[in-house]
C-alpha cells in the first residue's frame, strides 16, 4: 500500500493552470499507475501459466477421450471402406469400377490428409476448455439447470458472464507464443495506463474549470492507493475561497468490458475558508 500525507504549504504561490494541476495530480498519482501495470501484468502472466497447464492435464478429460475415440472410428470407418472398394470387396450398384475406383481413391486421401487436422482440432478444442475450466467457467453440456429457474438466472451462467466480463477467457488466443502473448499483454498495459491517465486528468479539468482563473494554491493533503486503487485529497485556495479537491480511483470491470480498467470520481468541495 501506498500513503502518502503531506503538510499543506501555507505560502501562496502564483497563479495554478488547469495543466500544472493535471501534471500535480499524475504526478502523485504515478505509482498506482505503475501497481496498476504490475497488476495487469501479473493478470496475464497467471493466464499464460493457466494455459499451460492446460496443455498438460488437457488429454486426460473426459471429453477429449470421447472425442478423440470417435475420431479414430471415423478415420478407421472411412478408410475400411475405401479400401474395399479399392479391392474389389465392396462393388458399389450405382457406379461403374472404374468411376468407384477413383472416388475411393479420392476420398481415402481426403481421409489421410484430413485425420492429422481433426486430432489436432480436438486436442486445441480440449486445450481451450480444459483452460476455460481452470478459470471456474462452467461449459454448456456441463451444467446443472435448476429446475424452475429461467436460464439467464441460473447460478452458473451469471458465474460464466462474470467470467467473461474479467478477460481472463480471452488470454487463452494469446498464448500460442511467448511473442504473440507478450505484444498482446503490452499493448493492453499501454491502452490501460493511456486510458487510466486521461481519465483522470478530464476529471481535475471537468472539476476545475469553474474556477480555473482563480486557483493560487493546490496543495495535496493526503493520498492513499494500493495496486491502482486509491484516494487523494488537495486543499485549493483562491483569493475569497478555499476548496477541497477529492479524486478516487477504483479498478473496475464489466460486461461489455474485455480488461482491466480505471474508474475515477471527483468531487470539489468549497468549505470555510
Known amino acids: 500500500m501506498t500513503i502518502f500525507v503531506l503538510s499543506i504549504n501555507k505560502e501562496m504561490n502564483s497563479m495554478k493552470t488547469i495543466s500544472q494541476i493535471q501534471q500535480e495530480v499524475l504526478a502523485t498519482a504515478q505509482v498506482t499507475l505503475d501497481e496498476l501495470q504490475a497488476s495487469i501484468e501479473k493478470f496475464w502472466e497467471e493466464g499464460w501459466e493457466r494455459n499451460e497447464e492446460a496443455k498438460r492435464t488437457c488429454q486426460s478429460s473426459k471429453w477429449y477421450a470421447n472425442n478423440i475415440s470417435r475420431v479414430i472410428r471415423d478415420y478407421a470407418s472411412y478408410k475400411n471402406l475405401y479400401e474395399k472398394i479399392l479391392s474389389g470387396e465392396y462393388v458399389s450398384q450405382h457406379q461403374s469400377r472404374e468411376d468407384a475406383v477413383a472416388e475411393a481413391t479420392k476420398q481415402l486421401e481426403k481421409n489421410e490428409e484430413s485425420f492429422p487436422r481433426s486430432l489436432n482440432h480436438i486436442y486445441q478444442t480440449a486445450v481451450r476448455r480444459t483452460y476455460y475450466t481452470l478459470c471456474g467457467y462452467t461449459h454448456e453440456d456441463e451444467m446443472v439447470h435448476t429446475p424452475g429457474v429461467r436460464y439467464d438466472r441460473q447460478p452458473e451462467y451469471i ?6 466480463a474479467s478477460g481472463v477467457l480471452s488470454i487463452h488466443f494469446y498464448c500460442e507464443s511467448r511473442e504473440k502473448f507478450y505484444a498482446k499483454r503490452d499493448q493492453e498495459v499501454r491502452l490501460t ?14 472539476k476545475l474549470t469553474p474556477i480555473k482563473d482563480k486557483i493560487q494554491s493546490f496543495d495535496l493533503i493526503s493520498f492513499r492507493g494500493q495496486q491502482g486503487n486509491y484516494v487523494g485529497e488537495w486543499v485549493i485556495r483562491t483569493e475569497d475561497a478555499r476548496y477541497i479537491f477529492k479524486t478516487s480511483c477504483i479498478l473496475a470491470g464489466g460486461y461489455n468490458i474485455q480488461c482491466l480498467h480505471t474508474r475515477y470520481i471527483a468531487n470539489l468541495k468549497q468549505v470555510k475558508k
Open 159 to 164: 458465474r460464466n458472464k462474470e467470467i467473461q
Open 193 to 206: 495506463i493511456e486510458q487510466a491517465t486521461a481519465k483522470l486528468k478530464l476529471q481535475v479539468e471537468k
